[in-house]
Every structure is written in C-alpha cells, then in structure tokens.
C-alpha cells in the first residue's frame, strides 16, 4: 500500500513540475494575496481631519491639541474660536472631528478640578468613528501629568490595558485570519483544478486501470500539494513576521501541527469537489464558493461570530477556518499551548475526517 501511495505522489510530484501553473498558484498565490490584502486591508484609521475650537488658548489647551495631532492619527485642518461653524465644516467634509476645548481648561486643572473636553464626531461611518472615538479616549487618558484629570465629555474614566496587541494595529489582528483564508482558497481550487484537468486530458481512464484503491490514490495525490502547500504557508507566515511585525510567540511546532490538520482538510476538500465536477471552470466556480465566502463571512476572520444571528452562529461550526483562526491566535499572538486550543485542535481533526471519508466514497464511485 505505501508503495503504490508513493508511487502516486511521485507521479504527481512529477506532474507539477511539468504543470508550473498550478504550482506556481499554490506557491505564489498565497504570497500574493497576503502582501495585497494584508496591505490593503485595515481597520485603522489615518489622517482623521480634526478641527479645533479652542476657547482656553492657553499652555494645558496647547499640549492637549499637540497630543493629538503628534499621536499621528490626526490632522489639523481648522481652529476656530466659535463652535458654530462646525456645522459647515462636517457638512462639506471638511472634518471629521472637532475637538472642543472649554475656557476654563487651564483654571479648572490648576485648582485640580476634574475638567472634561468634548469631542465631536461625523458618524455616518458609524465603524470609522468608533475608531476615532477609541483612538481620542486613548490619547485624553494617556496625557501627561499636567492633564491629569481630563477627560472626554460624557466622563469616562479610561485607564486603557491592552494584553497581545497593545497600539491595537489592524495587522496583527487581521494577518492570522488572512492566512487561513488564502491557504483555504488557495489549497481548495489548486487541488480541484488539478484533479479536474486529468479528467480532461483522459489520464484518469489509466489510473483506473491500475490494481489502486481509492484511498491509496486519494493519498498520492493529496500528499505533493500537502507538502508544496506547507511551504506556502511557511512562506507566509515569515512574510507577516518580516512585512506585517506578526509576533509569534507560541511554539513553530504546535503551529505546524495545527496547519497541517487545516491544509488537509482543505485538499480533501478540493478533491471531493473534483468528483463532483467533470470541468476546470465547474470546479473553479465550486471550490470558491465554498471555500472563500464561508471563510471571508463565517469564520470570525472579519466578523464576530458572537454577533451573528443563531443560525448563522450554527453554521459557522462546519466552516473549518473559524477553528484554525482560532488557533492560529492563540499560539502566535498568545504564546499559549494546546490545554487552550485542543478543541479547535479536535474539530480540525474531525472536519478532515469527514472530508476524507467524503472524497473516498465518491473517489470510489469514480473508479
């Protein structure tokens, strides 16, 4: 059995050599799309247009104004000594902030009256201005001693504590989840295509000459895209150490581990797509909706699952990137061991499973 296993993957070793461009898709691709989207996509915010009304015009109203425009998310494009042309400001777009500074700053912090500012937001982007918001409070609570005491009106006493990702960088958090996307979609179609396009070329009719049971040809041919797969995704993952400063401080070995199981079940997948399809384009259509929106909607990658409707909530249990998400978290941004990640663990092994006993049963139909 392990030699006619062997022999099969070296077939299609062999194959993919010869094929550059379903090798250089499984390589390249998931490269690719992590410099595109991990560039691209973010949920910071830059170059928040603040105007300002500052009525104190004195030192402690000029460090706070400093503060925030030196915290470099923010960018001065008004002072005004009158609130009211506020209006036309945030209606023309010109601002996206105002910060209000009242006369009696400086009077109230000397006397160490507990004082408070207020800050004005545009929030027809409801997401970007409580990230604005998030970032005001931030820098009003981190000021220095001479500001002690101010806070933003309404007032919230806020002593920001921020565990595994302290400036809150987008990246950090999105690069994981990105990994199991592109490695998903990627591992998925690659392995769809290439099964498909033996259907097409007739090669398939000699494999089922051939004394092979079907699971010994579903291992050969999972096992080269598994092995060129993990390259990728030892690519990537250095990629977002190097580019994205993706911490990772768990163990590499248990995040091998975990990447495996989820790459297998990802080319299992692919290759029970390919008993359902008898062409490249039925099998490219098949495995992106199967493996990028679920991904992309249901895994938690973008969207908190907690926040989803019941049923959705329900779903998203057989979308196997919502466990590998959730382990990939846990070791590289935590540093923690399998005692908190052997449930997502076990459902990777289990989606695998149920994948291989899938792809067996209609691999078996096809002989």
């Given at each position: 059995m392990i030699r006619r296993i062997l022999a099969v993957t070296v077939k299609e070793l062999l194959q993919l050599r010869r094929d550059w461009r379903t090798a250089l898709a499984l390589l390249g691709m998931p490269v690719l799309l992590l410099m595109i989207y991990g560039y691209a996509l973010s949920f910071d915010v830059q170059d928040i247009r603040l105007a300002v009304v500052d009525s104190s015009r004195s030192a402690a109203s000029r460090q706070l104004l400093q503060a925030f425009l030196q915290s470099g998310y923010f960018v001065q494009v008004a002072v005004l000594d009158d609130p009211r042309p506020l209006d036309a400001l945030f209606d023309s777009g010109r601002a996206q902030a105002a910060l209000v500074i009242p006369r009696d700053l400086a009077a109230d912090l000397a006397a160490r009256r507990p004082t408070g500012v207020q800050f004005v937001l545009d929030g027809s982007d409801s997401q970007t201005a409580n990230t604005i918001l998030g970032y005001a409070r931030q820098i009003v609570a981190t000021a220095g001693p001479p500001l002690a005491g101010l806070e933003l009106e309404p007032r919230v006493a806020a002593r920001p504590l921020v565990?595994?990702?302290?400036?809150?960088e987008s990246s950090i958090f999105l690069v994981p989840g990105l990994l199991a996307f592109i490695l998903m979609v990627s591992s998925v179609i690659a392995t769809a295509l290439a099964v498909v396009r033996e259907k097409e070329r007739g090669t398939m009719e000699s494999l089922r000459a051939t004394p092979l049971l079907a699971l010994e040809l579903l291992l050969g041919k999972t096992l080269p895209y598994l092995?060129?797969?993990?390259?990728?995704?030892?690519?990537?993952?250095?990629?977002?150490?190097?580019?994205?400063?993706?911490?990772?401080?768990?163990?590499?070995?248990?995040?091998?581990?975990?990447?495996?199981?989820?790459?297998?079940?990802?080319?299992?997948?692919?290759?029970?797509?390919?008993?359902?399809?008898?062409?490249?384009?039925?099998?490219?259509?098949l495995g992106l909706l199967s493996s990028m929106l679920p991904t992309l909607l249901l895994s938690g990658f973008i969207f908190p699952i907690s926040s989803m409707p019941p049923a959705l909530q329900a779903i998203s249990h057989i979308v196997p990137a919502r466990y590998y998400i959730a382990a990939l978290r846990e070791i590289v941004l935590k540093g923690v061991g399998p005692e908190v990640w052997w449930s997502e663990a076990l459902a990777l092994v289990a989606y695998g499973a149920v994948v291989l006993v899938l792809a067996t049963a209609r691999t078996v139909r096809s002989l």
């Open positions: 565990w595994y990702n302290p400036n809150l092995l060129v797969a993990s390259v990728a995704a030892a690519t990537s993952l250095a990629l977002a150490w190097a580019l994205f400063e993706v911490p990772v401080r768990g163990d590499i070995v248990w995040l091998a581990a975990v990447t495996v199981l989820f790459l297998a079940g990802g080319l299992g997948w692919g290759v029970f797509i390919s008993t359902l399809a008898d062409t490249q384009q039925v099998a490219f259509q």
